[in-house]
């Protein structure tokens, strides 16, 4: 008999665990949330909040609370390096959709600009939401030990920290949200793929009065780019977490060669180093040494139990997808745990889960691993090269100096390396344009939209099924709202516009057959909302009498180009596809 049952155990209060705890609350799911630290996390990590995450603070009701402590997209404009923050700058480029022309892009993709934001500041404002809900049973100090699954449950042992009492909960799923070294997904046996351990650093967090140096440049990364110096990292990246005071500096080294000493000594003389003048006194508030891994879980699914986060996907930290990946998992996996507990959604539901993230968290990888080798480009076209001395650094830096077609040459390198840079730093298509090929979704037929502009740089809109609802600001009535919006709880959302009136009716039949809720929302129409810029005529793809059918994670569940007279048949169909058929059709296996 277990100590206590409860239908989902989520392990880990990381980003991921407490999404998924947010999530499930809003949704009425009741859950354990177990972490063995005593509190959240204890060092900055994670700090860019992309826009999609932001919207998923939006949809949890949070995005208030998130911008009230997080810097916002402003402060994020520069990338820079330098030979130090007091020494010469050597290269600056617009990041996180700064630039006048990205900027465009960026608000137009969203209702919700991106920010920064370090985990310790992040999490406290999930944990603080996640705790009024009572829903949710948090357990701080509290350690995942094992489990075992059986066709009707999971039963999993846990350890009280403090007493080294144990007990056992019986829960009808379990989520692995337990990071990079998740002990669930190795007793799951959940196949990870890559390489671990590429390569080594150590995050010094630290306080110090960088004002006058910075707020001219805001900015979050000030890479150093000093002659005679480590070729790819200087000594150190300094990762501001809040304007102009607090930081981590990254020093990465080689642990077969080197080591890197928590020790304030050592710390004030590379923040001084850094910064180009010996004359501050950085407090030192702590250390942690990490690694770049490469890796991703073959799948995300085994039986009843369903991994998320760092658990499943392990890369390094270029690119910023960490945090907001592993927050858009518990995204993808939390409507579809409720409907299924619910009765409204069978198994495949959730075999979904692992078939739409699992591509997105290999992208995701495979890009940021990208990133972290290109990061030399820059480097490179500085004139700076391994094991340079530091006299060669500063002639083949002064090169860059130089008038004449030489220096010319010099200086268009340099910009082309930039230009690379992009690919970590204002890479919209990878933030935000993964679309789900395979999964819980009903084709309508058409072809995937061809990307018009470079897809890993530029997100393209479209409701092609599959893809993330197209944002546009709609009128409702005295406040503007997204059409992003629109989507709440765990209701489908159907969108349609004039002459659409009967689509309303025939997502009542659709309800009544299949007990899924839909909300009919129509568009442009004198009693709706109002389309006030023509956007949404622009973005929907479909005809004003069509309508998008959209998922409550906001993904286009299927889509019809106009009315017709066979609409309530057609959406009964679609929705059994989704949730029912496929449920029927598969027994939940467990080995
Ligand atoms: C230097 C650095 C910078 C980064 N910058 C960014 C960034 O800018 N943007 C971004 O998106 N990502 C970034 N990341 C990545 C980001 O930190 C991770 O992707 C993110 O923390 C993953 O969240 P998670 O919840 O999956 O795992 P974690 O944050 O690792 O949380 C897992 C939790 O599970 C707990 N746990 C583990 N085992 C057990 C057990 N047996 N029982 C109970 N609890 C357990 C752990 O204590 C931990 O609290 C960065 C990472 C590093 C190292």
């Known amino acids: 008999m277990a100590d206590m049952k409860v239908p989902v155990l989520i392990v880990g209060a990381g980003p991921a665990g407490l999404a998924a705890s947010n999530l499930l609350s809003r949704y009425g799911v009741r859950h354990l949330l ?48 330098l030979t130090s923050l007091a020494g010469l700058e050597v290269a600056r480029l617009h990041a996180w959709g700064s630039s006048p022309e990205r900027a465009a892009d960026y608000r137009k993709a969203s209702p919700s600009p991106m920010v920064n934001c370090p985990q310790t500041v992040l999490e406290p404002v999930l944990l603080e939401a996640a705790r009024e809900r009572s829903e949710a049973d948090i357990r701080f100090g509290h350690e995942f030990l094992s489990f075992v699954q059986d066709a009707d449950g999971v039963t999993a042992t846990m350890r009280e920290r403090t007493s080294g009492v144990t007990y056992e909960v019986r829960s009808d799923y379990l989520i692995a949200a337990d990071g990079g070294r998740s002990r669930v997904v190795e007793q799951a046996g959940l196949p990870i793929e890559g390489e671990s351990g590429l390569a080594t650093a150590v995050n010094v967090w630290f306080e110090a009065d960088l004002t006058r140096y910075l707020a001219h440049r805001p900015g ?11 070729f790819l990292t200087g000594a150190g990246t300094l990762i501001c977490h809040q304007p102009w005071d607090q930081f981590v500096m990254v020093c990465s080294y080689d642990p077969a060669t080197e080591t890197i000493p928590h020790t304030d000594e050592f710390a004030v003389e590379r923040i001084r180093q850094i910064v180009g003048d010996p004359t501050i006194t950085p407090l030192i508030k702590g250390f942690s040494t990490w690694t770049i891994n490469h890796q991703v879980a073959a799948r995300y699914r085994e039986g009843r139990v369903l991994a998320m986060g760092d658990a499943v996907h392990r890369h390094p930290p270029t690119n910023g997808l960490g945090l907001n990946t592993s927050i858009a998992d518990a ?13 409204q959604a069978g198994q495949a539901l959730l075999d979904s889960y692992s078939s739409e993230r699992q591509p997105v968290g290999r992208q995701v990888v495979d890009r940021a691993m990208q990133s972290a080798g290109e990061m030399a480009a820059v480097k490179e076209a500085l004139g700076f090269f391994p094991d340079q001395s530091e006299a060669d650094g500063w002639a083949a830096l002064e090169g860059l100096y130089q008038p004449g077609p030489a220096g010319d040459r010099r200086r268009a390198a340099l910009r082309e390396a930039l230009a690379l840079m992009n690919y970590q730093f204002n890479a919209h298509g990878v933030e935000l344009g993964y679309r789900y090929r395979a999964g819980a979704v009903v084709p309508d037929g058409t072809p995937e939209p061809v990307p018009v502009r470079d897809p890993q740089l530029y997100y393209q809109p479209t409701t092609w099924p599959g ?34 009136e009967d689509w309303t009716a025939a997502a009542q039949r659709a309800t009544e057959v299949t007990g899924v809720p839909i909300d009919v929302h129509h568009i442009g129409t004198q009693d709706g909302l109002w389309d006030s810029y023509g956007d949404w005529a622009e973005l929907r793809e479909v005809e004003s009498t069509g309508a998008v059918l959209v998922r409550p994670d906001r993904h286009v569940a299927w889509r019809a180009a106009q009315f017709t007279s066979d609409a309530a048949a057609n959406l009964c169909d679609v929705l059994q596809q989704l949730l029912m058929n496929i449920g029927k059709t598969e027994e939940l296996s467990v080995q």
Request: charged share 15%; aromatic share 8%.
């Open 34 to 81: 177990v972490e063995k630290h005593p509190g959240t996390a204890h060092t900055p990590r994670a700090h860019i909040v992309n826009q999609r995450t932001v919207e998923i603070f939006r949809h949890m009701g949070l995005e208030d609370r998130l911008r009230a402590v997080a810097t916002p997209n402003e402060l994020m404009a520069n990338n820079v390096w």
């Open 220 to 230: 979050v990364l000030y890479w150093h780019a000093a002659p005679g110096t480590p």
């Open 331 to 343: 995204f993808n996996l939390a409507w579809k745990l409720a409907m299924v507990l619910r009765g």
């Open 467 to 500: 893809a993330h609802l197209p944002h546009a600001w709609l009128d409702g009535r005295g406040r503007r709202i997204s059409t992003l919006d629109l989507v709440t709880g765990t209701h489908f959302s159907l969108i349609t516009g004039i002459g659409g």
